[in-house]
T-cell receptor
Framework: GENVEQHPSTLSVQEGDSAVIKCTYS??????FPWYKQELGKRPQLIID?????GEKKDQRIAVTLNKTAKHFSLHITETQPEDSAVYFC???????????FGAGTRLTVKP | DGGITQSPKYLFRKEGQNVTLSCEQN?????MYWYRQDPGQGLRLIYY???????QKGDIAEGYSVSREKKESFPLTVTSAQKNPTAFYLC????????????FGPGTRLLVL
């Protein structure tokens, strides 16, 4: 089955700097890659997703890139703010009901 | 955030006791999921249901049971056979069609007394 690895496990940046979180996946048939943000004690919230027919997607300060050949995808957050501090999860699936697999998460801390 | 609710927010279980976590959604979604989240780990799939009266085991189903008698409801029972139940439990649902975006409930934190 699919295996998703996520790095780093913790990331600390200064406010205004950029943050990059990377994930690799094992199943070349995976074609949907969402990113979730989870604040302490709260539910995961979808922040951006990408499908395998595109290589990059951007939404304001957040972007995701996908390299299907290398089977990795990355989350980029620019001009970080303290409210970006949270745990971020990547996931991969073949868009079938039971096959979404999550990375272990990255705890991002943005220092003011 | 609305659409999926979970209760209770906190739940305490005694040794040998079965407890049931509630998950309700008003999004008219067919597919519903239960995940377990432990510190420093990603979400692990316990059970999922694609349609009413049907459900399948996920990766870590042992010690858990579910039912899907109504489209809106997908309760999870943590049985006494689950020896390490302390975790944050998340329910999710997905609509049919092209989108595979999972919408999560607010979660239930289960603690053992």
């Amino acid at each position: 089955g699919e295996n998703v690895e996520q790095h780093p496990s913790t990331l600390s940046v200064q406010e205004g700097d950029s943050a990059v979180i990377k994930c690799t996946y094992s199943d070349s048939a995976s074609n949907y890659f969402p990113w979730y943000k989870q604040e302490l004690g709260k539910r995961p919230q979808l922040i951006i997703d990408i499908r395998s027919n595109v290589g990059e997607k951007k939404d304001q300060r957040i972007a995701v890139t996908l390299n299907k050949t290398a089977k990795h995808f990355s989350l980029h957050i620019t001009e970080t703010q303290p409210e970006d501090s949270a745990v971020y999860f990547c996931a991969a699936s073949k868009r079938r009901f039971n096959d979404m697999r999550f990375g272990a998460g990255t705890r991002l801390t943005v220092k003011p | 955030d609305g659409g999926i609710t979970q209760s209770p927010k906190y739940l305490f279980r005694k040794e040998g006791q079965n407890v049931t976590l509630s998950c309700e959604q008003n999004l008219n979604h067919d597919a519903m999921y239960w995940y377990r989240q432990d510190p420093g780990q990603g979400l692990r799939l316990i059970y999922y249901s694609q349609i009413v009266n049907d459900f399948q085991k996920g990766d870590i189903a042992e010690g858990y049971s579910v039912s899907r008698e109504k489209k809106e409801s997908f309760p999870l029972t943590v049985t006494s056979a689950q020896k390490n139940p302390t975790a944050f439990y998340l329910c999710a649902s997905i609509g049919t069609g092209d989108e595979e975006t999972q919408y999560f409930g607010p979660g239930t934190r289960l603690l053992v007394l």
